[in-house]
């Protein structure tokens, strides 16, 4: 799989893209999205949820509130950057730095492994 963006590419061999449709929701930290690092993981999808959730910043809240529930069609009004990593599938995390850096990687725990 190849994420392609304006600063660079990613090859992830071996992986193939699971982008989620449009309709389906996915967790944004609106408040952080301006802050860097950018992070992504992503759960296995359920119930209409993509499995992801996105935020800005070194950590992220548990707070019930913290992440707001969006479409995935929605996600370019807000941080259009990150959308070539929506191709990653469940078990996946992401994190871009203020000077653009990329770094994609397996995390078992988000499969419950």
Known sequence: MLIATPSGSIEIPDIDPRRPPPDEML?????T??????????YPPESGSS???IWGGESFSQAADFFTPIQV????????NILPFLDLPPGFRFLIDDSGHKKVWFDGS???V
Request: charge should be positive; avoid cysteine.
């Open 27 to 31: 967790g944004l930290a609106m408040d």
């Open 110 to 112: 988000l499969l419950g």
């Open 51 to 53: 499995g992801w959730y």
């Open 33 to 42: 999205v301006r802050l860097a690092p950018l992070n992504g993981l992503r």
């Open 73 to 80: 069609r929605h996600l370019n009004d807000y941080v259009p």
